[in-house]
Structure formats: structure tokens, C-alpha cells
């Protein structure tokens, strides 16, 4: 439901209820996500036409977790309140550089590019993730360095509160949000060779595992900062009901740090999943080539039994094979 204006005239207290039911659209906001749900509805159904699956669970978290929180973070109560409350805008501003990029990555929207596309492109699309910029900006420390940049940016410099006075830029500033935060995930998740090659899964874990300790950075900085964020505004916007605008900043910053820790750990358990997939794999095409060089050869006649053998090379060989051999042994 929409709100109306309280007896005061600002807005009424934000109570649970109203905090679960008020909403509020936003043009920009729905022009987005109605995009990207189209898009990605386009190549579900291509792939499906030509008998192809597509994970549903994929598009279950594109959809519900990706465009989910987009939706939340700018139609929802707390961006109707975010310009009377701080603790609305910090959690929102979450929302957008670190769960809807989580969504959407695990949705894994690159991959179905690639499948859905016609060759040409497909061949355009990964041409454009191994273009000199994106390979730069999705380098794992650079894109680190940007989301954290983005959120000190927007919390001690004018950027925040100008935003609030201005719409536009306030649009531009979820867009931006959004951006930073998928420059570091969707690269991290995705089947497509996005990364270098040197970013193996046990890399990525180790990344995902700082940068989870890295997202409390913000969270921390603004909880104990004693200076007001944008405090020219909130002093003059706060409502008589909310509580102390220096509470109110400890509050978003506390959620902050809250959420980003709450989000680490199902994107490690992603890159863990993936892990072991992708080990799996590796381990199922090692048995058949195994299985295809150990075929039984026709007997050698005229030897005598009990020559001197040369140790077999399996058990000399340094390598994955000789090491698959020796846990197999040379009967099977």
C-alpha cells in the first residue's frame, strides 16, 4: 500500500506493520527490473525451445533474491523513509552493492548469454567480458577496492546527502551501488571465464572470505563515527517520533555490519559448492581416461614368468594420473 502524510505532516511513525506493507513505486527502479526479468525470461525460453534445460533454482534466485531485493531497496518502506531515517537509507543502500548483485550472480545471467545468444553474439558477449576495462574493473582486488570506495564515497563526502535533495542523482546513486557491487560477484560466480586464470576456486574462497571482512569496514566506520552523516538533512527532516538522529546513525550502522556478514557466508558456501562441483568433473573425466589407458593388453608369449619387471610407472608418476592409480590400484 501507498502512505499518506501523518497529522504533522511528515510521515507517519514507521512501525513493523508499515515497514512490511508500505510501498511506493519508482519509474527508474521498475524500468530496470522489468528489463533484466525480460531478458532473462528471453533466454530461459530460447534454451528451452531447443530442448536445452536451465537450472531453476537459477532463476528462482535471479528472480526472487536479484530482482527481489532491487525491488525492496527502492520501492519498498525504506525508500520512503530513507529521507527521514538514516538506518532506512544504510540498509538500503546494502541491498543494492550486496544482496541483489548475489541474486543476480547466482542466476548466472552470463552463462544463459552465451547459451541463448546466437553465435555471433555469443561470440560479442564474451568478447566484451575480455575487453581490457571490464578485465580490469572485475580484477578481483580492483573490484574489491571499488565496493569499498563506493560506500565511503556515499557516507563521507557530499555525495549522500546531495542525493537526497536530488532525485535524479539519488537514481543515479542506487544504479552506481548496484554496479560496484556486481563488478565483484558476477564475475566470482559465473560459469564464464571471467576471471584470471590464476583465480582458481580455492582463490575465490579466500577473496570471498576478505571480503566479507572488508564489507564491515562501512558498516563500522559508520556506527562509531561521531560526526552526523548527512546531518544538515536529517537534523532538519528527522520526524518527531524517530529517535535520536545520532542513534539513528548507530542503528544504520549496525545493520549494515549485520547484513554484510550475513551475506558472506552463503556466497563462500556458493564458491564452496561450486568447488566441489567443478572437482567432481575433473575427477569423472580423469576415471574414464584412466579407463581408456589401462584396457587389458594381449599377453606377452616367450617371457618367462619370473623375469625381472620394471616397476610399473604409475607408481613412479608424479602426476594426477599416477596419483589416481596408486588410490585405485592396478587391479581395478
Avoid at 538533512?233 to 542513534?247: E, I, T
Wanted: aromatic share 8%.
Amino acid at each position: 500500500m501507498t502512505l499518506g502524510e501523518g497529522a504533522t505532516g511528515g510521515l507517519p511513525e514507521l512501525t513493523t506493520g508499515r515497514l512490511l506493507t508500505v510501498w511506493r513505486p519508482d519509474a527508474a527502479a521498475l524500468l530496470l527490473i522489468v528489463a533484466l526479468a525480460a531478458l532473462y525470461g528471453w533466454g530461459v525460453l530460447r534454451l528451452r525451445r531447443r530442448g536445452e534445460p536451465w537450472p531453476l533454482a537459477r532463476t528462482a534466485a535471479f528472480a526472487f533474491i536479484g530482482l527481489g531485493a532491487l525491488a525492496v531497496a527502492t520501492m519498498s518502506a525504506l525508500a520512503v523513509y530513507d529521507t527521514e531515517l538514516f538506518w532506512p537509507a544504510a540498509v538500503q543502500n546494502v541491498l543494492l552493492d550486496l544482496i541483489a548483485p548475489l541474486g543476480l550472480a547466482l542466476g548466472d545471467p552470463l552463462r544463459l548469454g552465451t547459451l541463448a545468444l546466437p553465435e555471433r553474439g555469443a561470440g560479442r558477449l564474451r568478447g566484451a567480458m575480455s575487453g581490457r576495462l571490464v578485465r580490469f574493473l572485475t580484477f578481483p582486488l580492483v573490484s574489491t577496492a571499488l565496493v569499498l570506495a563506493t560506500e565511503l564515497c556515499v557516507y563521507f563526502t557530499p555525495y549522500f546527502e546531495t542525493a537526497l535533495r536530488h532525485p535524479a542523482l539519488h537514481e543515479l546513486m542506487y544504479l552506481h551501488l548496484l554496479l560496484a557491487g556486481s563488478l565483484f560477484v558476477l564475475p566470482m560466480l559465473t560459469h564464464e571465464a571471467a576471471l584470471p586464470a590464476w583465480c582458481t576456486h580455492p582463490v575465490r574462497a579466500a577473496l570471498v572470505f576478505l571480503d566479507g571482512l572488508i564489507d564491515a569496514v562501512p558498516g563500522i566506520v559508520v556506527m562509531t563515527h561521531s560526526t552526523l552523516i548527512a546531518g544538515a538533512w536529517y537534523l532538519g527532516h528527522s520526524p518527531a517520533w524517530a529517535p535520536d538522529v545520532q542513534r539513528d546513525q548507530q542503528l544504520g550502522g549496525g545493520a549494515m555490519v549485520t547484513i554484510a556478514e550475513l551475506v558472506s557466508l552463503p556466497f563462500l558456501l556458493a564458491i564452496l559448492v561450486q568447488w566441489s562441483r567443478a572437482d567432481r568433473a575433473q575427477r569423472v573425466v580423469l576415471d574414464r581416461r584412466l579407463d581408456a589407458e589401462l584396457a587389458p593388453a594381449a599377453p606377452v608369449t616367450g617371457r618367462p614368468k619370473d623375469a625381472e619387471l620394471v616397476r610399473p610407472w604409475w607408481e613412479t608418476d608424479g602426476g594426477a594420473v599416477g596419483q589416481r592409480m596408486r588410490q585405485r590400484g592396478p587391479e581395478s
